[in-house]
């Protein structure tokens, strides 16, 4: 089982709904990161939190608004989004962001799909 | 820049066989950190291996070997008498030194891996 927890697992939204994804991690980790994979592709980054701070937004539209409330949550608002942002996106976790040797450690994974 | 480069894109094998992934990196940091991820059908990128700049010792963990080499930039991934659960898609990924207060990934394209009984 993932250490890194995410619900839902699926969602369908329309274009002018507001939902939010959620990301849970237990393992003391202080940095926490959001990715876009679409299909046959790599993970995208798309938000680092590092000690609960914002520090790399990679010039995601607004219509995306990350949270992280407490160092082991981090939440994703969606907003209007479009039909190009259905992808699966990720989120991880890692010991202390500002180190470059620390692996990552993924969830499964929310399957958006946008109407 | 950074890039990672994972030239085959899908690789199809018989059960049992061995099998060698391709990862060839390009970086001008002299301190690095490469990895090796799977990602099954379930989604989740399991992370396998981390290797600094600094050693180039092989590494073996059961069927799976890594193979770095610093002169060719690569860091190559082999497993030995697949199964078909090793099938999935598996990325090389290049972690840089941190930009921004915070670590970045960048990943090869992938290699999904198929394993046939």
């Known amino acids: 089982d993932t250490e890194v927890t995410q619900t839902p697992k699926h969602l369908v939204m329309g274009m002018t709904n507001k939902k939010s994804l959620k990301c849970e991690q237990h393992m003391g980790h202080r940095a926490m990161y959001w990715y876009k994979q679409k299909a046959k592709k790599p993970p995208e980054l798309m938000f680092v939190y590092s000690y609960e701070k914002l520090s790399i937004n990679e010039s995601v539209p607004s219509r995306f608004s990350p949270e992280c409330p407490n160092s082991s949550l981090l939440n994703l608002h969606l907003h209007a989004l479009q039909p190009e942002d259905s992808a699966l996106y990720l989120c991880?976790?890692?010991?202390?962001?500002?180190?470059?040797?620390?692996?990552?450690?993924f969830g499964d994974g929310t399957r958006l799909s946008i109407l | 820049a950074q890039k990672v480069t994972q030239a085959q894109t899908e690789i199809s094998v018989v059960e049992k066989e061995d099998v060698t992934l391709d990862c060839v990196y390009e970086?001008?940091?002299?301190?690095?950190?490469l990895f090796w991820y799977k990602q099954p059908p379930s989604g989740e990128l399991v992370f396998l291996i981390r290797?600094?700049?600094?050693?180039?010792q092989n590494e073996i963990s059961g069927r799976y070997s890594w193979n770095f080499q610093k002169s060719t930039s690569s860091f190559n991934f082999t497993i030995t008498a697949s199964q078909v659960v090793d099938s999935a898609v598996y990325f090389c990924a290049l972690s840089r030194r941190p930009i921004q207060g915070a670590q970045k990934l960048v990943f090869g394209q992938g290699t999904r891996l198929t394993i046939n009984p």
């Open positions: 290797r600094n700049s600094f050693d180039e």
């Open positions: 970086t001008r940091d002299t301190t690095y950190y």
């Open positions: 991880a976790s890692s010991q202390d962001g500002r180190a470059s040797n620390q692996p990552q450690h």
